[in-house]
């Protein structure tokens, strides 16, 4: 079993001067669900700077629910620009706030289940809501989350999904929020998709380097 103290540990010692994720910054300005849930889905696929600038300025345009549903998809497009699948991600903000309009009261649900059931909501931007948005305990897994986890040798998965599944069965509930904030910040710039930085790395002692390459 991985010694999760000393691992959370060394990464929030490493990570404390790092920039937070955009989602995490968005969540410092002011956590309502209504935030934490669109700039999670304008975040998919996009660079932080993108989906920080983009998200402020939707913000700003719309505040609330009943804003965003009197702005016209052209417009929510050209407010997200240049996030990536800026298209189609205004088409799922249009039809998400509708439906939490008409079937919600006007409120983001706390149930993963029924934030599933809205249009471009997977299971990522379901936890990461509920995370940041709630404070309720899930594991929110990104690629940088599921990419460490198994370098680490902490699991053995081939997709986000079975990440989170298998986290759930060795970390203890207090590290589930936390996780994906550390090892976003970590992933970010020190165990990074190419190359990972193996030789500044503050857990080494806790890693077996699976199927890692080219490392600097
Ligand atoms: S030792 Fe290398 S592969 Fe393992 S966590 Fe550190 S940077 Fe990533």
Same mark, same amino acid.
């Given at each position: 079993?991985?010694?999760? /103290?000393?691992?959370?540990?060394?990464?929030?010692? =490493?990570?404390?001067?790092? /920039?937070?994720?955009?989602? %995490?910054?968005?969540?410092?300005?002011?956590? #309502?669900?209504?935030?934490?849930?669109?700039?999670? $889905?304008? %975040?998919?696929?996009? &660079?932080?700077?993108?989906? !920080?600038?983009? %998200?402020?300025?939707?913000?700003?345009?719309?505040?609330?629910?009943?804003?965003?549903?009197?702005?016209?998809?052209?417009?929510?497009?050209?407010?997200?620009?240049?996030?990536?699948? =800026?298209?189609?991600?205004?088409?799922?903000?249009?039809?998400?706030?509708?439906?939490?309009?008409?079937?919600?009261? +006007? *409120?983001?649900?706390?149930?993963?289940?029924?934030? !599933? @059931? !809205?249009?471009? /909501?997977? &299971? @990522?931007?379901?936890?990461?809501?509920?995370?940041?948005?709630?404070?309720?305990?899930?594991?929110?897994?990104?690629?940088?989350?599921? &990419?460490?986890?198994? &370098?680490?040798?902490?699991?053995?998965?081939?997709?986000?999904?079975?990440? #989170?599944?298998?986290?759930?069965?060795?970390?203890?509930?207090?590290?589930?929020?936390?996780?994906?904030?550390?090892? /976003? %910040?970590?992933?970010?710039?020190?165990?990074?998709?190419?190359?990972?930085?193996?030789?500044?790395?503050?857990?080494?002692?806790?890693? $077996?380097?699976?199927?890692? +390459? *080219? @490392? *600097?």
């Amino acid at each position: 079993m991985p010694d999760w /103290v000393d691992i959370f540990r060394l990464l929030k010692r =490493y990570i404390k001067d790092n /920039v937070l994720p955009s989602v %995490s910054q968005i969540a410092e300005d002011n956590a #309502e669900p209504y935030r934490v849930l669109f700039s999670t $889905i304008i %975040s998919l696929r996009t &660079r932080d700077e993108v989906t !920080l600038a983009a %998200s402020r300025r939707l913000f700003k345009a719309a505040p609330d629910l009943n804003t965003l549903i009197t702005i016209d998809e052209t417009r929510i497009a050209e407010l997200i620009y240049p996030a990536a699948f =800026y298209h189609n991600k205004s088409t799922s903000i249009k039809k998400c706030a509708a439906i939490l309009l008409n079937d919600y009261e +006007g *409120r983001i649900p706390s149930d993963r289940d029924e934030l !599933l @059931k !809205l249009p471009g /909501v997977g &299971r @990522k931007t379901a936890n990461l809501t509920l995370n940041l948005g709630f404070g309720i305990n899930a594991i929110c897994v990104d690629t940088h989350v599921h &990419r460490i986890s198994n &370098r680490a040798g902490w699991i053995t998965t081939r997709n986000p999904d079975e990440t #989170e599944l298998a986290l759930e069965q060795i970390l203890p509930p207090k590290y589930w929020i936390p996780l994906n904030e550390v090892l /976003v %910040s970590y992933g970010q710039s020190v165990c990074t998709p190419q190359s990972p930085w193996c030789s500044k790395c503050v857990i080494t002692e806790h890693c $077996i380097r699976a199927g890692v +390459g *080219r @490392k *600097r």
